[in-house]
Every structure is written in C-alpha cells, then in structure tokens.
C-alpha cells in the first residue's frame, strides 16, 4: 500500500497526471522539480545535487518513489551526450543514494524506455530482447538500469515505458509538434504545409494516462527486481498519426520533409509485448488512439489564439 509518495519530475509531462492519479487515492504526494516548487510539496531541486536530495527524502519518507526526472529526448541526446549521462545515471545513483538512508527504504519505480532495445530483432517485442545502444539517450537508460543491481537492499521496478502521448507535451517530440502545426494552420496562423521528419517509422504509442496507471500498479503489484515493458501493442506508421491528426482536425494540409528533423538514428519499428506487465498486475490500456489524438488537438486550440 501506498501512504506516501515522492515523484521526481513532477512538473514534467508525466508528473502532474501521476501527481492527480494518485491523489484521487488519496496517496500524500510530495515531489522535486528543477524549477517549479513550493518548499512544502515541491521541493526545488538538481537531481544532480546529492546532498539536497538526501535531505528532502529524509523529510519526507516517503515509501514509494517515482523516479521520471531525467533528460527524455533521443533527438536531443545526440547534442548533450554528456549530460544525457550525467543526468540519467548519476542522477539515479544519488536517489538510490538518498533512499539506501532510510529504514525501511521506499520502493523506486525507474522509468527506462523502449530505446534501450535499438533496432529489435522481433516484433511486438518483450523484456528478452537483448539490449543495444544506437544513442547517448538509449546508452544511458542501460547504464540507469544497471544501477539497480548495485542497491539490492532497495526494492526496485524498471518499467521500459514505450511512446506515451498526451496533452501538455512540448512540441519536442514528434505527434504534438504535428497537434501544434495543424491548429495553427486551421486558425489561419500559417501555410497549410506539415514540415516532417521520417514518417515511415513505426512507432507504439499510449496515453499518458493509461501509463501512470501503470506506474501506480508497478509500484502495487510489481515483483521487485523486475523488469515490464508498458506500451499499447498497437504499431503505427507516423505517416498514420499524422493523417488521423489531419482527419480530426477536418483540414486540407500537404507535408513536406524537414531534413533538421531527422534524427541521426531512426529505429524503424518500436512495437510493446506487455504480456509479463499485464499477467503480474492485470494492467492493459483503456484509452483509444483518436481519444488521445482528440484530447492533444483541443489541447493546443485552447493554446494558440
């Protein structure tokens, strides 16, 4: 049971859904963010600053940590390789650091990614893919997972998380830099053309609502030492996402290819076997792609006037 609960990142894309989630279990939420804090609840804070980071778990005690600070842009890992790492894996060292100081230590849930996996061998693809790195960002979620075996005194859950998609995303990635053009084209704010990067990669996307449900059953169910993929088991093609984008919106667009929005590495498909996932802890998604789609359009016709 969870009483009490620390979010890392709290005030990033998945962290405020998470934070609601569980509040409406009436969980007491404590978090840290870069930025954005109070000093009651959120606590300003550089994961990177180990001796601040001891002393807020050591507050507030929490029993459960939900770990989704760190840098989650492939793209970007390519132009900070470096601080990719330092982040995402030293970073999670002083958690784990912080957390080994309290008695009995709380529970870490790690949110690693589908890229640890590079290029698959098989599709849809399930935790006994071998792993391989094809960026700074995948290498440091390998190096992130590895920390866990050096605290075997800390209960720990990896969860590999695949695309997840929802409003208030930044148009850093890939399917609201697509919500965002079409509204703006639909207002009238711009040319009806899509600038693109590659569209025929096949990519498994969920809802970030679906996804912190899971975050709370991997930290209510989920067998310690365990490794789950969470994901959709639905592929599409980003030509696709952008059609049922165009689609909802009721719009005539065309789309042309943006060479500065190709990645240096592109994995051509990222499909989730959640099967070991859903059989631990009876999880599956319940929303839809064209709710989800829906949701991230209204979302940024509500942001752009």
Known sequence: MIKKAFITGI??????YLQKYLEEKNI????????????QKTFCLDILDKKKLTEIINKTKPNVIFHLAGLSSPAQSFKQPELTMKINVEGTRNLFEA???L?????????????????????PIDETEPLKSDSPYAESRIEQEKLAKEYPSIPCVIMRSFNHIGPNQT????????????????????????????LEAIRD???????????????TKGKPG??????SRNGYKIEDILDKLINLAKIEVTHKLDPKRLRPSDIPELICDYSKFSHDTEWKPEYTIDDTLT???????????
């Open 226 to 231: 365990e490794i789950y993929n969470i994901g």
């Open 103 to 123: 008695n009995p230590p709380p529970k870490i849930i790690i949110i690693s990614s589908s890229h640890v996996y590079g290029k698959p061998t098989k599709s």
């Open 99 to 101: 957390a080994s100081a």
């Open 28 to 39: 007491e939420v404590y978090g840290a963010d870069r930025t954005s804090c109070d000093e």
């Open 205 to 219: 996307f969920s809802d970030v609502r679906d996804i912190v449900r899971g975050y709370y059953l991997a930290a």
């Open 171 to 198: 148009e850093e990635f890939v399917v609201p830099a697509f919500a965002k053009q079409i509204i703006e084209i639909k207002k009238g704010l711009t040319k009806p053309v899509i600038e693109t990067g590659n």
């Open 295 to 305: 949701g991230i359009l209204n979302y940024w016709d509500k942001q752009i006037s």
């Open 11 to 16: 005030n990033g894309f998945v962290g405020p």
